[in-house]
């Protein structure tokens, strides 16, 4: 069983920066893509990036230009690189591998 352990976020000002990482326990995490989902107050959990294995991206139109997502496969992690962060993009972010495993969620607050 492949378990995701999260870290990064916090609080941050508008405009400001957090990095956000997931580092999964099996190898297998090399041959998965990878997502970044967010779940705000009283909404559904949404997708913010993914990854595929190969390494190519997409994001939802909400972030592009602001987000990032990674992966370095040597050390089965995955980051979010998240710049110009707005208040809207306060919410519990979680990991995903293959649309089946959920990190534990971190918390990121942007305040205006």
């Known amino acids: 069983q492949v378990q995701l352990v999260q870290s990064g976020g916090g609080w941050v000002q508008a405009g400001g920066s957090l990095r956000l990482s997931c580092a999964a326990s099996?190898?297998?995490?090399?041959?998965?893509?990878m997502g970044w989902y967010r779940q705000a107050p009283g909404k559904q959990r949404e997708l913010v990036a993914r990854?595929?294995?190969?390494?190519?991206?997409n994001y939802a139109d909400s972030v592009k230009g602001r987000f990032t997502i990674s992966r370095d496969n040597a050390k089965n992690t995955v980051y979010l690189q998240m710049n110009n962060l707005k208040p809207e993009d306060t919410a519990v972010y979680y990991c995903?591998?293959?649309?089946?495993?959920w990190g534990q969620g971190t918390q990121v607050t942007v305040s205006s």
């Open positions: 995903n591998l293959a649309g089946t495993i």
């Open positions: 099996n190898t297998l995490f090399s041959f998965a893509a």
């Open positions: 990854i595929t294995s190969a390494g190519s991206p």
